[in-house]
């Protein structure tokens, strides 16, 4: 029974000390969808950083959309092979990138719950955020995008997007 034990608690150890989220750290961004309809949002970090692979949709249906007047807080996990990372570590490490790139699109449930690619093609919008954008934010998004987020870098252009909605 101790050597049980004691093999837990090597392991939760183990698992701990590979994590690269520390205290105070942020292992996700909060996307808050405050628009009429279900969107997607993905992340893409440029291929010049260490993570440039886009992030894929949840595989479960109940995780692909974000409903209207829902926060989804695990979408724009940094996460690989079991291992979570912070935001403020993989900007860290970044070789020549200082961005992220989130796109939001719409739902297509006819696309069998996930968006057709290429995503840029379809975006309802894509906000290039540095990690001061992220830190100004407080580590939340907004769909569509509100006051605080009028100086962050989109494409569309943060007046177009809200012209479009109104």
């Known amino acids: 029974m ?9 392991l939760v150890l183990l698992y701990v000390s590979c994590s690269k989220v520390g205290p105070g750290e942020h292992a996700y961004l909060a996307f808050e969808n ?6 997607y949002v993905e992340s893409y970090f ?3 950083s260490l993570f440039p692979l886009p992030h894929t949709f949840s595989e479960s249906k109940d995780g692909c959309g974000i409903a209207p007047g829902k926060i989804n807080y695990k979408t724009l996990a940094i996460c690989s092979c079991g291992l979570c990372y912070s935001y403020e570590f993989v900007f860290s490490k970044t070789k020549t990138s200082d961005r992220v790139f989130v796109y939001v699109v ?11 690619r290429p995503l ?16 100004s934010l407080d580590y939340h ?3 569509p ?12 252009p943060y007046e177009e997007v809200c012209a479009k909605l109104n």
């Open 145 to 156: 995008p509100n006051e605080k987020m009028k100086n962050i870098k989109m494409e569309p």
């Open 2 to 10: 101790r050597i049980d034990s004691l093999l837990v608690i090597t």
């Open 120 to 135: 840029y093609d379809y975006k309802l919008v894509c906000y290039e955020l540095t990690f001061e954008d992220l830190v």
């Open 34 to 39: 405050n628009g009429l309809d279900t969107v």
């Open 106 to 116: 719409p739902f297509y449930p006819e696309e069998g719950n996930y968006p057709p």
């Open 46 to 48: 440029p291929e010049d």
């Open 141 to 143: 998004l907004y769909y």
